[in-house]
């Protein structure tokens, strides 16, 4: 029971989580983390994929009725999951986005680099200046 | 008294039934959780202002450490403490009950231990998503005791675990302050804060 229950809770968040991140990333205009050009899409994608994981989080007692998830537990498969959800944007970002930015940004640091170049093309750019 | 008070509030779903079906959603072990540890990654990546922003993925970070301790503080007191739930002692025509039974103990609620030690946190240092997420966090406590899982006592014991926790991962996130900055550099070099 409890790996049914953690295998529902782990797809909830990944879900939850890919959409708060495309949110986050369209509020903080970290173009290269987006899945779609246009923010518009980016925010209703983070509703939809937030919002069903959310409603039928909020509906759990009616769906398992037995069971639970302990509150350590429950804290450390939310971050495995968010972890997941974090490489699964930057990978798909990434591919999705690889015509659109064509050099990697160097004027820029950290989290605020993402703003006009992918991940990857970051990660590139920073173990070729490395070498 | 405590037993007066549960039954004042678990009242109110007598005699309002959707009250009570609603708070069982709010309430339950996972919709508020899920919510504030999604802010937690708004506040990590969503902030625009590079001075902002390291401010609360530090909070953030403090954050955790108090839902790690408030955690290990409730499993070390249930181990060598067990108070039945209400449910379990009082006649049942006198709870209302909108949840499953759990098995563990009543006292304290590991459910307020958590997200008072992350709304407390957060609230130390940005008082914006500190009331939300304090705001969040009495409507579900009270609400785990309108559902009839708890008593008054118990989320109150659990909210003074949540302010422990946040106290003592301030101090330790004060003494271990250049790991937090390590950390938090090392995530910036790889373009992750």
Known sequence: MFLKLSFVYIILVFLAGVGVLQAAAAFNDLNGLLFFPKKMFSYFFALVMTGLPLAVLFDWNWHYAIGIIQGAEQTELFFLTMVLALFFTLLVSSIINVRRFSEPNDNLEGLDSLRKSTYFQMLKSHFRKKN | ?193
């Open chain 2, 1 to 193: 008294m405590d037993i007066t008070l549960f039954k004042l509030i678990n009242g109110i779903p007598g005699k309002f039934p959707m009250v009570g079906e609603v708070m069982s959603g709010i309430s339950n072990d996972y919709f508020l959780t899920v919510i504030i540890f999604l802010i937690f990654v708004v506040m990590w990546f969503g902030t625009r202002d590079l001075q902002r922003r390291r401010l609360s993925q530090r909070t953030v970070l403090i954050a955790l450490i108090a839902v790690g301790l408030a955690n290990a503080m409730v499993v070390m007191t249930t181990a060598f403490f067990f108070r039945p739930r209400p449910f379990a002692i009082l006649p049942l025509d006198q709870v209302h009950l909108f949840f499953y039974k759990p098995t563990d103990s009543s006292f304290p609620s590991n459910f307020a231990a958590v997200v008072f030690a992350a709304a407390i946190s957060i609230f130390a240092t940005n008082r914006k998503s500190g009331i939300i997420l304090l705001v969040i966090a009495v409507i579900g406590t009270f609400g785990r005791v309108l559902i009839g899982i708890h008593y008054p006592t118990d989320v109150l014991g659990g909210m003074a675990y949540g302010a422990v926790a946040s106290l003592f991962a301030y101090l330790l996130g004060s003494i271990f302050n250049p790991v937090l900055v390590l950390f938090l550099n090392f995530t910036r070099k790889f373009y992750l804060s």
